[in-house]
């Protein structure tokens, strides 16, 4: 599975931004998709995370202000972001969990830059 990230871009506090991820196959048999977010000197973090069956977990930091969502048909996992605030720059990862015959995969996407000015 192919993911390609898009959406990042430079909004000021306060704003929103909507990321999405396309992956190259029907995400009907994907057990999970997720967003993580990377800043220079610190690892890579998960910002959402959205179960095949819908279940959601987000990192306290976004919870109430982040959703993520996935789109059967368009094969896509979304993150809606609002009421973003400096800390939430960085370089988002769409990245996804599934199984085959021979076990589990993983895969990430290219990363898309966010960077909310104050």
């Known amino acids: 599975v192919q993911l390609q990230a898009s959406g990042g871009g430079l909004v000021q506090a306060g704003g929103s931004l909507r990321l999405s991820c396309a992956a190259s196959?029907?995400?009907?048999?994907?057990?999970?998709m997720a967003w993580y977010r990377q800043t220079p000197g610190k690892q890579r973090e998960l910002v959402a995370d959205?179960?095949?069956?819908?279940?959601?977990d987000y990192a306290d930091s976004v919870k109430g202000r982040f959703t993520i969502s996935r789109d059967n048909v368009e094969n896509a996992v979304h993150l809606q972001m609002n009421s973003l605030v400096p800390v939430d720059t960085g370089v988002y990862y769409c990245?996804?969990?599934?199984?085959?015959?021979?076990?589990?995969?993983?895969?990430w996407g290219q990363g898309t830059q966010v960077t909310v000015s104050s």
């Open positions: 196959e029907s995400i009907s048999n994907i057990y999970d």
């Open positions: 990245y996804a969990r599934y199984q085959r015959a021979h076990g589990w995969y993983a895969n």
């Open positions: 959205i179960t095949i069956g819908g279940a959601t």
